[in-house]
């Protein structure tokens, strides 16, 4: 058993209770057992969002990587935690932002939408072969987003499981207890991603392709050509982000859908509602349940006295459940007004660049799923969550599809 209460595998199926008792108590409360302060709170989260030379994003998580594991990943690959995009402070989170604006540009992503159909009609047939029954996460919502990622990047879609790997290994550890060994082992696969990808890069040096790896290769920073360092960090956090967040919010949404029968015949009838679905989805279900600020100054955030250099986790999950903010804010409404509210996708200058790109396969999946099926069952009665408390992901969801 973990010993951090927060990792409890009965915890993780439903944790939002306990954030409401918190809230109630302190909406910024210190954990000691994790050593950081806890914002549970809607408007208190926003303000540590909104202001990011405050609150700066150059932080390191305790405990994350072993000094073995650290020693590896720099003296065989190219480190580890290059201040990129989402740990970056201004001005260099701008000048990174900027060079990956063009290709996140919202009309560009909703553009996509026919492309990212066929890829779901594709993964569709093939749980069609197999009788309609299909483990929904590792068969459908783990190689959507992996596939449309690796197609932006350039990097062959036929590795998405190798890509996988990658994204789990550098992802483990964030949020979670894991041993020394299963550390040294994540290293080496943070070292060999690290190295695949320095080879895409000389081989975009010498022939230019229109994708993010071409374009980062051939891009500027203060008139110099962006180091193989920075264009690893960058690219490590899209494969990452450009996956996971999307991975999880689809099979929470596949979970509801099988789970709610009524909520699937709606859709079914009412297409032009899936839209809202995505947005209930993130608020209720938030795929990244948080991400860790640190305080730059002695701070006062909800009447909480935050010292100079403390880390604080702005949670996501628990501040979308705000009733302060979400009148009934633990029920799932098709109708909810203000449905643009919630921060599962962050707020202010780090406000998540792929949130478009996860909405058009969110709701081509929902869409698809609806529209070709009558129902869908869940053929495991219980639902296990990845044991971290900065994501929420589900496990397994074995599901048959009934045409």
Same mark, same amino acid.
Not at 318 to 326: H, M, P
């Given at each position: 058993m973990p010993t951090n209460p927060f990792l409890d595998p009965e915890f993780l199926k439903c944790p939002f209770p306990m954030f409401k008792q918190l809230r109630e108590t302190s909406r910024v409360m210190f954990l000691e057992q994790m050593g950081m302060y806890l914002i549970t709170g809607y408007e208190e989260a926003r303000e540590v969002l909104l202001n990011p030379d405050r609150f700066s994003s150059v932080i390191n998580i305790p405990k994350r990587h072993s000094e073995a594991a650290t020693? &590896?990943?720099?003296?065989?690959?190219?480190? +580890?935690? =290059?201040? =990129?995009?989402? $740990? @970056?402070?201004?001005?260099?989170? !701008? =000048?990174?932002?900027?060079?990956? $604006? #063009? !290709?996140?540009?919202?009309?560009? &992503?909703?553009?996509? /939408?026919?492309?990212?159909?066929?890829?779901?009609? #594709?993964?569709?047939?093939?749980?069609?072969?197999?009788?309609?029954?299909?483990?929904?996460? /590792?068969?459908? /919502?783990?190689p959507l987003p992996l596939i449309v990622i690796a197609d932006q990047l350039g990097i062959p879609r036929e590795k998405y499981r190798t890509f996988k790997a990658w994204s789990? @290994?550098?992802?483990?550890?964030?949020? =979670?207890?894991?041993?020394?060994? %299963? *550390? &040294?082992?994540? @290293? +080496?696969?943070?070292?060999? *991603?690290?190295?695949?990808? @320095?080879? %895409? &890069?000389?081989?975009r040096r010498e022939e230019t392709k229109d994708d993010i790896l071409g374009d980062l290769t051939h891009a500027e920073l203060d008139g110099k050509p962006v180091s193989v360092k920075t264009i690893m960090a960058i690219v490590e956090q899209l494969l990452v982000a450009g996956n996971e967040t999307t991975t999880n919010g689809i099979a929470a949404g596949i979970n509801l859908l099988a789970s709610e029968n009524g909520l699937h015949m709606r859709l079914k009838h009412e297409p032009e509602l899936v839209k809202e679905f995505v947005e209930e989805v993130l608020r209720t279900e938030a795929p990244v349940q948080g991400l860790f600020r640190r305080a730059v100054a002695n701070e006062v955030i909800g009447g909480v006295e935050l010292p100079a250099g403390s880390t604080i986790m702005v949670h996501y999950g628990a501040a979308n459940r705000d009733e302060s903010r979400f009148d009934d804010a633990d029920v799932f409404d098709l109708d909810r007004p203000k449905k643009g509210a919630h921060i599962a996708f962050g707020s202010g200058i780090h406000h998540c660049i792929g949130s478009e790109l996860a909405r058009v396969e969110m709701t081509a999946a929902f869409s698809a799923f609806t529209q070709r099926f009558s129902r869908l069952e869940r053929l495991n009665e219980d639902v296990n969550y990845h044991p971290t408390f900065a994501l929420r992901g589900l496990q397994l969801l074995n599901i048959r599809c009934v045409e």
């Amino acid at each position: 058993m973990p010993t951090n209460p927060f990792l409890d595998p009965e915890f993780l199926k439903c944790p939002f209770p306990m954030f409401k008792q918190l809230r109630e108590t302190s909406r910024v409360m210190f954990l000691e057992q994790m050593g950081m302060y806890l914002i549970t709170g809607y408007e208190e989260a926003r303000e540590v969002l909104l202001n990011p030379d405050r609150f700066s994003s150059v932080i390191n998580i305790p405990k994350r990587h072993s000094e073995a594991a650290t020693k &590896i990943v720099e003296e065989e690959g190219y480190g +580890r935690g =290059a201040p =990129a995009l989402q $740990n @970056a402070d201004r001005p260099l989170h !701008t =000048a990174h932002r900027e060079l990956v $604006n #063009e !290709t996140f540009r919202p009309k560009r &992503i909703r553009q996509m /939408s026919g492309y990212v159909d066929q890829i779901v009609e #594709e993964l569709i047939e093939d749980i069609k072969v197999k009788g309609g029954q299909a483990d929904l996460v /590792s068969d459908f /919502s783990v190689p959507l987003p992996l596939i449309v990622i690796a197609d932006q990047l350039g990097i062959p879609r036929e590795k998405y499981r190798t890509f996988k790997a990658w994204s789990d @290994a550098w992802l483990e550890g964030l949020g =979670a207890e894991i041993s020394e060994e %299963r *550390m &040294i082992h994540n @290293a +080496r696969l943070v070292v060999e *991603m690290q190295q695949y990808l @320095a080879e %895409r &890069i000389e081989e975009r040096r010498e022939e230019t392709k229109d994708d993010i790896l071409g374009d980062l290769t051939h891009a500027e920073l203060d008139g110099k050509p962006v180091s193989v360092k920075t264009i690893m960090a960058i690219v490590e956090q899209l494969l990452v982000a450009g996956n996971e967040t999307t991975t999880n919010g689809i099979a929470a949404g596949i979970n509801l859908l099988a789970s709610e029968n009524g909520l699937h015949m709606r859709l079914k009838h009412e297409p032009e509602l899936v839209k809202e679905f995505v947005e209930e989805v993130l608020r209720t279900e938030a795929p990244v349940q948080g991400l860790f600020r640190r305080a730059v100054a002695n701070e006062v955030i909800g009447g909480v006295e935050l010292p100079a250099g403390s880390t604080i986790m702005v949670h996501y999950g628990a501040a979308n459940r705000d009733e302060s903010r979400f009148d009934d804010a633990d029920v799932f409404d098709l109708d909810r007004p203000k449905k643009g509210a919630h921060i599962a996708f962050g707020s202010g200058i780090h406000h998540c660049i792929g949130s478009e790109l996860a909405r058009v396969e969110m709701t081509a999946a929902f869409s698809a799923f609806t529209q070709r099926f009558s129902r869908l069952e869940r053929l495991n009665e219980d639902v296990n969550y990845h044991p971290t408390f900065a994501l929420r992901g589900l496990q397994l969801l074995n599901i048959r599809c009934v045409e």
